[in-house]
């Protein structure tokens, strides 16, 4: 009797453990580990009277278990984080490429019809003419120099630092990059993305190493991080001001645009109306 009823004891017990781990999550790892611990002492309880018990052991074995789950969940979720960076990294890459590419073809036929002018002007011995267009050519030829630049340079970019106060409130901004020609582009992108209000721009500079600068601004804001969990959330509880500090601080170029108020025109319009139910 006493076997019967240890074996069903420690089935139970199992049961028990084995749900823990099937439901586990990485975060809940200490609640899960609790759970466990009061499933030994109340089964503990009902071998009591015939003296069975969970072995010490045992019982430390299925919470190591529990442990190393957790920590394997976690590494798969961080896997699962990077492989959605890489992708939305690749992405970024690939709309910057075509941009790139859109650019320079308009700079190349910006610059045969400059050429075409320089031509006739040299046809026509019109001086003043030719003098221009030797100055667009150059000006033009500059900037697809920059452009080429731009594409050899994967590092190269703008970091911006922009804000939301009506989805994610005052004090919350965010930090990244974009390869973009034109950052606003990726701005307004954001803005589209699944919020409710526009983001508000305080902050764009242009740098060589944007690469860098964002891991370097980043590490400085840390201890401001919104997610303690997932450093690839880019939301940090600062103020601009202190961004601009930090950014005067780490980079000697620029900033090509800041505000230190965000505007968020249409969040003030929409809670100055009628509250829902």
């Not at 015939?50 to 394997?72: C, G, K, P, W």
């Amino acid at each position: 009797m006493v076997k019967e009823f240890s074996k069903l004891m420690l089935r139970a017990y199992n049961g028990e453990v084995d749900d823990a781990i099937r439901t586990l999550k990485p975060f809940k790892l200490q609640a899960a580990v609790d759970r466990v611990n009061k499933v030994e002492q109340s089964i503990e309880k009902l071998g009591k009277t015939m003296q069975i018990e969970i072995d010490d052991s045992y019982h430390n074995l299925r919470v190591e278990e529990i442990r190393l789950t957790a920590d394997f969940l976690a590494k798969k979720e961080e896997e699962k984080e990077l492989q959605k960076e890489e992708r939305l990294r690749l992405k970024e890459e690939e709309k910057a490429q075509k941009e790139f590419e859109r650019e320079k073809e308009k700079l190349n036929k910006e610059l045969q019809h400059h050429q075409a002018v320089l031509s006739k002007a040299d046809e026509t011995g019109n001086l003043e003419l030719q003098e221009e267009a030797k100055a667009k050519i150059a000006e033009v030829e500059s900037s697809i120099s920059g452009v080429e630049e731009r594409v050899a340079n994967i590092r190269t970019g703008y970091v911006y630092v922009i804000s939301n106060i009506g989805s994610f409130g005052e004090r919350v901004l965010k930090i990244g990059l974009t390869r973009r020609i034109d950052p606003e582009e990726r701005i307004q992108e954001l803005s589209d993305a699944s919020v409710p209000f526009k983001f508000d721009v305080h902050a764009i500079i242009f740098s060589v190493d944007a690469v860098s600068l964002e891991k370097q601004l980043h590490q400085e804001l840390n201890e401001y991080r919104l997610n303690k969990v997932n450093p690839r959330k880019e939301f940090f509880s600062t103020s601009p001001a202190f961004v601009k500090e930090l950014l005067t601080k780490l980079s000697t170029e620029s900033i090509l645009t800041y505000k230190e108020e965000a505007e968020a025109p249409e969040w003030r319009i929409s809670s100055k109306g009628p509250n829902s139910r």
